[in-house]
């Protein structure tokens, strides 16, 4: 089955909405050189109006670094799926593990998010991911089970169409360390068997999961042949337009 490759950026706290502007326009032309694949930026916040118009004409696709639950309220700090959709934002980031870890987010809060999302057009990219201790107890695998039935409690196979999944170790964020390929692969394709397990094949099948932790140019290639890895979630190497046009570029 082939899915079609999914490369995104998440620019976390960083950059002012020129600077945003500018790299968002410079990263529209190098996805437009490579169209048989996704392209997806995702501004901070404030940047979010300003890019949308910038690439309002271009393949790239904007997403949110997270969303809340509910459309309007008493929900100081949160922003809402129809806040985004109204910007023609249709794709948000939910259960990063800086969300999970900084900000003490549940899976059941992300589970609300998700759910949040998907009632309002917005296609998730659900977040996973152990950290080092739990990689070196051995409970890798139990962590991913749990983050993902947790997460997708109540998701229909119908929405799985509209969901994507992103693995990100804990301890390969932002630190240098990259899973091997072998690391990475091992684990997409555990996951992949658990959507067989929860859903069907069909759904294991079309879902798209990403790798993230440490994505450079210098290792983008050997990740991207891994039958089960089908894009990447990029963060520090997203910031710069030469870095994360060579990643877009893989081959
Ligand atoms: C991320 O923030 O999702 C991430 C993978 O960061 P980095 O690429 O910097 O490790």
Redesign the pocket.
């Known amino acids: 089955m082939s899915r079609r490759p999914l490369i995104a950026g ?1 620019w ?1 706290m960083h950059l002012t909405v020129a600077e945003a502007v500018q790299l968002a326009k410079a990263l529209a032309e190098t996805a437009r050189n490579c169209p048989d694949r996704d392209v997806l930026i995702a501004p901070p916040f404030t940047a979010l109006a300003a890019v949308c118009t910038a690439v309002a004409k271009s393949t790239l696709l904007v997403a949110a670094q997270n969303v809340a639950w509910e459309v309007q309220g008493a929900f100081t700090g949160e922003i809402s799926p129809t806040m985004l959709t109204d910007l023609g934002i249709a794709w948000a980031i939910v259960g ?1 593990s800086e969300r999970r870890q900084i900000f003490g987010e549940s899976s059941a809060m992300i589970n609300r998010r998700i759910h949040g999302a998907l009632g309002n057009a917005l296609h998730p990219i659900l977040c996973i991911g152990e950290t080092l201790a739990e990689r070196e107890s051995e409970q890798t695998f139990t962590v991913l089970q749990q983050q993902i039935q947790e997460g997708l409690d109540q998701v229909t196979a119908e929405q799985m169409r509209t969901i994507v999944l992103a693995y ?1 170790p804990v301890w ?3 630190t240098g360390k990259t899973a091997t390929k072998e690391q990475a692969q091992e684990v997409h394709a555990f996951i992949r068997g658990l959507l067989t397990a929860m859903y069907e094949k069909a759904v294991a099948d079309s879902t798209r999961i990403l790798y ?4 450079k140019p210098d290792n983008i290639d050997d990740l991207m042949q891994q039958a089960d890895i089908d894009g990447v ?5 997203a910031l710069q337009v030469e870095s994360f046009s060579r990643i877009i570029c893989f081959q």
């Open positions: 998440n976390k990063h990100e390969a964020i932002g993230g932790g440490s994505v979630l990029v963060g520090g190497a």
